[in-house]
């Protein structure tokens, strides 16, 4: 059965954050629009683009507002093109509570303190969605979470989050092609 899926990608636009660790779903989100040959252009307060994926439309949205303000282009997408909860939205952040490169997938539950999920939370009015997270890390100083979120990783951590990426878009289209249960299986269960 055919169905519309939605596919979110967070980070900051512009290019003082590009390669950054909070930047990963962007990461993730650009290498999945090369795989499905998504052209992506500006609307919706973010870049999107469509793609068939199997018998799924999928849309890759982008959002340009801002990570704490992610929820705006979601919602706004959400208005015009209505996707079903949980498996018809898919949000692909970074994650400071897993190491460097780990990917898993998590349906609904908590929001672990990262401020794009709550915006989208927040302007969705649900936290019943999927989330594909990717291993950043974190600071041994606690009090150094944001700088160390807004920076660009050491070398040795670099390799681990462009091995992330290609991890990330396999997770992604096994959710969209097996569904988040059987994906999280596959998933979750990897060492990396």
Do not use: C, W
Request: aromatic fraction near 4%.
């Amino acid at each position: 059965m055919s169905k519309t899926v939605l596919v979110v990608g967070l980070g900051n636009p512009g290019s003082r954050y590009r390669g950054t660790r909070h930047n990963m779903g962007f990461a993730v989100a650009d290498a999945l629009a090369s795989d499905l040959g998504i052209l992506l252009s500006r609307r919706h307060q973010g870049l999107t683009g469509t793609a068939r994926l199997g018998e799924q439309t999928v849309h890759l949205l982008l959002p340009q507002t801002f990570m704490n303000h992610s929820g705006l282009a979601v919602a706004e997408f959400v208005r015009y093109s209505p996707v079903e909860y949980p498996d018809g939205l898919i949000v692909i952040h970074d994650e400071l509570d897993l190491e460097p490169g780990v990917v898993r997938i998590k349906l609904g539950g908590g929001l672990a303190g990262h401020n794009g999920l709550k915006s989208i939370a927040h302007l969705i009015g649900t936290q019943n969605f999927v989330r594909v997270r990717v291993g950043i890390g974190r600071p041994t100083d606690q009090s150094a979470v944001v700088d160390f979120v807004l920076a660009r990783p050491k070398p040795e951590d670099r390799v681990e989050l462009d091995l992330a990426v290609q991890r990330g878009v396999d997770a992604v289209r096994d959710v969209i092609e097996l569904g988040p249960e059987r994906a999280m299986t596959q998933h979750n269960q990897r060492a990396r």
